[in-house]
């Protein structure tokens, strides 16, 4: 079962696509979950920290908006835990916790960067659309190794 | 915190249902009808469910196996009635997260018709991509209505 990072990282059909074809998906839901349940991160409206910014610096200079270093500070380890990437792009929207186009821009490029297997595709507009896209995603977690060993890196 | 946050391994799952033949109140009842310690809350898209995490796997995949190609989970990270997401709390509107929910909810029957496909081996048709104008063709399109 290899873990597979998904763009958007917060999508219901990645993620339910992901799960129902053996693999694990890596999302923000679980990160986000982990972080609300730690006891001492409990101020209503913000669920992370001030320490967050500080984990960001690994992939986000120090120049950059607090925003995106504490949005890769959660991202950032995900991606380099992934054995495999789906990144679709033409993202309906981009709201909620997928609002910032940087950390975006800076998701899909630490993704790429990153020497596992990759699918980039975009959202379907039309039923035919719709079945290439579901067809190409099953192919290629069906082609992922149904057992990963350790990581690849 | 939340005292169902107390046990650490409290997960929540989104269950959205697209189907035809199951609707989000069925899959309520199969809920209700479990005799597992787990709490759902019923949703215009579909079902919550909050509980341990064996449980609310347990009772998820047996929603899913009621119309599999239609029913759609992904985990959520806060529990339901949350006073970081929830409206009742932050004076109106949808919770943050709702919005790309809901575009992601219309395309829903695509993509379970796309998996009904699947499962049948229909062969994939040759689709053409739209594509973006190129540059050089918006150029020629202004300057031909000069």
Redesign the interface.
Known sequence: MAKVIIY?I????L???V??FGHTPL???????E???T?GV?S????ITAEEPKHGLKYAAVEVPAGVRGRMSIVGPMIEEADAGIIVGE????????GCARTNELTKYLIRNRDIPLLEL??????????????RI?EFLKSLPEAEGEATE | MRTAEDNEDVITKLVVTSSDSVLPIDAAMKIYESSTDIVIKETCFGTMVTGPRESVDKVVKEIVDLDRNHIFVKERGFPPGDERRCRASRGGGSRPGFYFLKEEAMMLPMIGNALDKYDRNVPLKETEHKKKLEVKELQDLIESTL
Request: net charge negative; aromatic share 8%; glycine share 4%.
């Open positions: 958007p917060n999508s219901l059909i993620s339910d696509l799960q129902r999302a923000m839901m679980e990160k986000i979950k972080k609300i349940s006891v409990d209503p409206p913000l669920n993202s309906p929207t981009a709201f909620g916790c997928m975009d959202f379907p507009e039309t039923d035919d659309e719709g079945q290439e896209f579901v067809y099953a």
